[in-house]
């Protein structure tokens, strides 16, 4: 039986990264696409790749490419490609910049590959993955936005660092943007099962919810160039088996709302059922007051930086 196909477009540190937690999973073989102007790059690093399968143990196949025409017919693709901010760079700047590649990206990669589930990783996440959205014409369970799995990660890094518990026995719940704009929400997020609320002091927990929406920002400071890629792109390969599997797996995850908890026409972070067919549940639950007002604060943020979108 064939093999699903999965495109990573953008061979930089996530996407690269992406593709390595893939390939060991065997879940698809690979595409691996950079511009011409890096000729030579995506190349090396699949062939990289498959040279540690016989170590590893996997026999999925990866293609380093700089053209489109071997992404056709991907099950999957994902979108890493873009710039990162720069110091000097306004929101703008950077915005403007993505939005050129973003656009270049999908009106290259979709006429070979209609009925793919679009997986957007470049920032601004939730602007970028609205402006993938208008672009690409899809339906809306077909696009989305990776930020949550990554947030949860973090806070559950720091969830059992704190409490000196395995990572297995912690769930967060992170809704919202990606960033200063994140919406932790400790009195969901559990260790086997027990609210944190229960097993910490609200100091402690808001020192790791700040910890957690810094939590990009305390990489770059400490690699000084460049950002995070192993969790990032660790978060990735889990959206994509869960896809691909069929899983039903319940993420939170940057997808379309068109009224779901009382947001219309933004891409945004909610937890949601991941399946075959990308998005095909959003899960809606209550929110206290002082979470709402946490979320509306999201929602204007995320707002702001979409207003620098040329659409």
């Not at 143990?57 to 994902?78: F, H, K, L, R």
């Not at 002091?201 to 990009?216: A, C, H, W």
Request: net charge neutral.
């Amino acid at each position: 039986m064939a093999r699903n196909k999965v495109t990573i477009v953008g061979a930089g540190n996530v996407g690269a990264t992406t593709a390595h937690w893939l390939i060991e999973r065997e879940v698809a073989d690979l595409v691996l696409v950079d511009i011409p102007q890096v000729e030579g790059m995506p190349q090396g690093k699949s062939l990289d790749m498959l040279q540690a399968g016989p170590v590893m143990g996997y026999d999925a196949q990866i293609t380093g490419t700089t053209s489109y025409e071997p992404t056709a017919n991907s099950d999957v693709v994902v979108i890493t490609a873009g710039l990162a901010r720069k110091p000097g760079m306004t929101r703008e700047d950077l915005v403007g910049r993505n939005q050129e590649i973003i656009t270049d990206v999908i009106q290259k990669v979709i006429p070979g590959s209609p009925n793919a589930i679009y997986i957007v990783v470049t920032n601004p996440l939730d602007t970028m993955t609205y402006l993938a959205y208008k672009v690409s014409g899809l339906p809306r369970e077909r696009i989305l936005g990776q930020a949550g799995v990554l947030d949860g990660a973090r806070f559950r890094t720091f969830i059992a660092q704190e409490l000196q518990v395995s990572v297995e026995n912690t769930h967060a719940f992170v809704l919202g943007g990606h960033g200063d704009e994140m919406v932790p929400l400790p009195r969901y997020s559990t260790v086997a099962g027990i609210p944190i609320t229960e097993l910490m002091t609200t100091e402690q927990i808001d020192r790791l919810v700040e910890r957690t929406r810094k939590g990009g920002a305390e990489i770059v400071s400490l690699l000084k160039t460049g950002s995070a890629y192993y969790a990032p792109g660790a978060s990735v390969a889990k959206m994509v088996e869960a896809i691909l599997k069929d899983r039903k797996l319940i993420v939170p995850c940057s997808v379309y709302l068109d009224g779901e908890y009382g947001i219309k026409d933004l891409f945004f972070g909610v937890p949601v059922k991941l399946g075959r067919k990308g998005v095909e549940q959003i899960v809606e639950i209550k929110l206290q007051p002082d979470e709402k007002i946490a979320l509306d604060k999201s929602v204007e943020l995320i707002r702001s930086t979409m207003s620098a979108l040329k659409l």
